[in-house]
């Protein structure tokens, strides 16, 4: 643990010192944790040894509930019922056409069977909001674009996980219990918001005030009790966090304010700490052992599966063709994957390890692309970093 925290640290500082050269090209912070973390793992430089997979799980869903909360926060219930349609469209045609294109994938390009390509296609379906956010945060990409991504990836995780759990009982030849999935859906909602809901209701009491100093831990407390409450009663971690963002921005914008910031390093810190961790996983016998084919379905995956899923389900829209383009290949896949793919290996399932290659090097392909593109995709849709546009109106371009 020493030495993990020492490694971190040094990468930190380095990224910390080229951050804003990487937010000027195609040099990627997230990109630079995974590549140091390949280079100082076990079987190249040998300076971290990572025992076990509970740590990578562990971070990866702290930095999944992290991202979905303070993601969460960048929209309330007004934008979501002004604003539905298009990641209507992502959500409930494009993430079923990803999926049935990955399993297409994995059935005759890797040569799976139909029960195991269905399980990596529920697995590789979702997106991240953890790089997708690397477009959605910057002011010159529209705000529309942004707003499609933040919600589709926001929700499609939490979507994507009873699929995940009703495949895995299937390949395992285990009985399957459709109400606790969603009773653990609809409690993981009820938390996001009830949770909140309270204690903003308490703060408006006369009896309590936050403090200046305390302002930006208000909505950090809400998010942990929330985690807390969810791991406790088993609802969904993923819905309960995103839900619990978008209650706090309708509710209560103080809290949202002052939490922006802290809430977003506090985010980095975690994504960048799971970087490091799963870089460290992926040693060049691991990724010796994937067939050639392997290779040939995670380049499919990231150019084919998601871009042609999304053409369609955004055919129609009034969405300009560049901002489709850029929907359909901003469309990572990270820490939601990661921790599908772990809940697969740790199943023991027939075939769990080869599935799980496979979903490792989908991220590590699809991190390397798309958190290397994002500032082109940016310039291209609205000009340069050095002259960005004027911030339109809250609800402008939200309409479709």
Known sequence: ????????????????????????????????????????????LGVLRIQGTDLIRVLAELALFAVLFTDGMRVGFRDLRSAWRLPGRALFFGLPLTLAATTLLARYVVGLGWAESFLIGAVLAPTDPVFAAALVGREEVPRRL??????????????????????LAVVGREPTHPGELLSEIALGIAIGIAIPLAAIWLERLRFFSASTAYEPLNAFAIGLLVLAVAQATHGNLYLAAFAAGVTVATYGPQQRESFERFGELLAELLKLAALLVFGALISPSFLAEIPVVGWVFAVLTLLAARPVALAFSLAGSTLPWGERAAAAWFGPKG?????????????????????????????????LAHSSTDILVARRLGGTEEEPPPRPDVRDGLHV
């Not at 010192?17 to 937010?23: E, I, M, P």
Request: charged share 10%; aromatic share 8%; proline share 2%.
């Open 1 to 44: 643990m020493t030495t993990l925290l020492l490694v971190f640290a040094a990468v930190l500082l380095l990224g910390v010192l080229v951050s804003g050269l990487a937010h000027r090209t195609v040099l990627s912070t997230a990109a630079l944790f995974l590549v140091a973390g390949f280079v100082l793992g076990d079987e190249v």
């Open 146 to 167: 942004r707003h499609l991504l933040n919600v589709e990836s926001g929700l499609n995780d939490g979507l994507a996980l009873p699929f995940v759990i009703v495949l």
């Open 335 to 367: 820490f939601a994957s990661v921790v599908y793919g772990l809940l697969v290996l740790q199943s023991g399932i027939p075939g769990a390890e080869k599935i799980f290659h496979l979903v490792a090097l989908v991220i590590v392909l699809s991190i």
